[in-house]
């Protein structure tokens, strides 16, 4: 079936650090790949998106752009602030079939001034 | 009301009580989940309704029981819970269109305490 496979947290980075958090997948066909944030408290809110190979999405300074070569879909942000700090879930849906999300495991990030 | 509200957002019980969770969403969206988001666990599907189908986890124990009564309204009914469906409970909805996926929208969850 179909598997999303996320770095283990925590990640903690100093204010401005380069962020790197990796996902990979196991699907068949061609899924649409996700990232979403999970704030303190709150609900997971969608961050990102790419429905083909070779899409980047991007939001509020994060990129992840959709490999199918190496099936990775890995969140990049350039310089990261302490309201960063949250929990990153990697998702996939197949676009075929069964419509619900399969999530990653979450990454928590915390980012100090 | 915007986006998608659940409530209570808080609910202790004890494991003979019944009790339901209530989801809503204001998105004009055809489709709502039910997911369980557990610590240190991926979050996990429990039920999706798309129109007039219900999709069903199978590892979903009999205590929870879904109910749809419109587009709009999801709920959760609960009983004979044990200390393991301690979780957050989280709704989501989404726009369903010919098969092809459109993201989800989640609402900001139910935090289950069973004692």
């Known amino acids: 079936g179909d598997s999303v496979t996320q770095m283990e947290g925590p990640v903690t980075l100093s204010e401005e650090a380069f962020l790197t958090i990796n996902c990979t997948y196991t699907?068949?066909?061609?899924?649409?790949l996700f990232w979403y944030v999970q704030y303190p408290g709150e609900g997971l809110q969608l961050l990102l998106k790419?429905?083909?190979?070779?899409d980047k999405g991007s939001n509020k300074g994060f990129e992840a752009t959709y490999r199918k070569e190496t099936t990775s879909f890995h969140l990049e942000k350039g310089s990261v602030q302490v309201s960063d700090s949250a929990v990153y879930f990697c998702?996939?849906?197949?676009?075929?079939?069964?419509?619900?999300?399969?999530f990653g495991s979450g990454t928590r990030l915390q980012v100090q001034p | 009301e915007t986006g998608v509200t659940q409530t209570p957002r808080h609910l202790v019980m004890g494991m003979t009580n019944k009790k339901s969770l209530k989801c809503e969403q204001h998105?004009?969206?055809?489709?709502m989940y039910w997911y369980k988001q557990s610590a240190k666990k991926p979050l996990e599907l429990m039920f999706v309704?798309?129109?007039?189908?219900?999709?069903e986890n199978n590892s979903v124990p009999s205590r929870f029981s879904p109910e749809c009564p419109n587009s709009s309204h999801l709920f959760l009914h609960l009983h004979t819970l044990q200390p393991e469906d301690s979780a957050l409970y989280l709704c989501?909805?989404?726009?369903?269109?010919?098969?092809?996926?459109?993201?989800?929208?989640f609402g900001p969850g139910t935090r289950l305490t069973v004692l």
């Open positions: 989501a909805s989404s726009q369903e269109r010919g098969g092809k996926y459109n993201e989800q929208f």
């Open positions: 699907a068949t066909g061609y899924p649409s």
């Open positions: 790419a429905t083909k190979a070779d």
């Open positions: 998702a996939l849906s197949p676009n075929t079939g069964r419509r619900a999300l399969t």
């Open positions: 998105l004009g969206h055809n489709a």
């Open positions: 309704y798309s129109l007039e189908e219900r999709v």
